[in-house]
Nanobody, 121 residues
């Protein structure tokens, strides 16, 4: 069972950037689809971005397309989320998730503990 640990959250002003990291414990990391989700106070958790096991295919929510970039380094068992041009509405707890299935199946079984991102105006 893979364990996921996020890092890189923090507070930033609107227009700024942050880079989130998610380190996985499983040596079979390269076989997992990886995703980032977020949950703002009082709202349901929503999809942000995902990347295929090979890194060749990426997926983004419309709200972050063009501003966020997901990437992975299978040699380091780590997935990243580069967040640029941040907006106050990006404020949320960001979660890393892993799935043994393609992203289209939307079956993420493994989750990290989350990292807070706060964007001030």
């Amino acid at each position: 069972q893979v364990q996921l640990v996020e890092s890189g959250g923090g507070s930033v002003q609107a227009g700024g950037s942050l880079r989130l990291s998610c380190a996985a414990s499983d040596r079979t990391f390269s076989s997992y689809t990886m995703g980032w989700f977020r949950q703002a106070p009082g709202k349901e958790r929503e999809f942000v971005a995902a990347i295929s096991y090979s890194g060749r295919t990426t997926y983004y929510a419309d709200s972050v397309k063009g501003r966020f970039t997901i990437s992975r380094d299978n040699a380091k068992n780590t997935v990243y989320l580069q967040m640029n041009s941040l907006k106050p509405e990006d404020t949320a707890v960001y979660y890393c998730a892993a799935s043994r299935l393609p992203h289209e199946r939307n079956e993420y079984n493994y989750w990290g503990q989350g990292t807070q991102v706060t964007v001030s105006s």
